[in-house]
Nanobody, 115 residues
Framework: QVQLVESGGGLVQAGGSLRLSCAAS??????MGWYRQAPGKQRELVAT???????VYADSVKGRFTVSRDNPKNTVYLQMNSLKPEDTAVYYC???????????WGQGTQVTVSS
């Protein structure tokens, strides 16, 4: 069992930046990702990063957000720049392996962007 703990959320003005961190209690899963859920909306993918360094981004955040992994520290980051009010959501960290059959989620961290 791996526990994922997010940190770094908060309140920021539009155009500002935040960096989210997600620390894994054990070995970091091969697939790590950030998801978000705004009030009244479904949870959506923001970005993913594999242990090999491949990344995927939602179109809405391309060019503004960067996902990265520090494998020795068992931590994944989400650098968010040029934040917009529509980025306001609870951001969740996810670690999973389809092959090994596990899927872990963090508790979420609130990001609020004021206009």
């Amino acid at each position: 069992q791996v526990q994922l703990v997010e940190s770094g959320g908060g309140l920021v003005q539009a155009g500002g930046s935040l960096r989210l961190s997600c620390a894994a209690s054990g070995n970091m899963p091969s697939l790590m990702g950030w998801y978000r859920q705004a009030p009244g909306k479904q949870r959506e993918l923001v970005a993913t990063a594999t242990s090999g360094g491949s990344t995927v981004y939602a179109d809405s955040v391309k060019g503004r957000f960067t996902v990265s992994r520090d494998n020795p520290k068992n931590t994944v980051y989400l650098q968010m720049n040029s934040l917009k009010p529509e980025d306001t959501a609870v951001y969740y960290c996810r670690g999973w392996s389809v092959h090994l059959g596990y899927d872990y989620w963090g508790q979420g961290t609130q990001v609020t962007v004021s206009s």
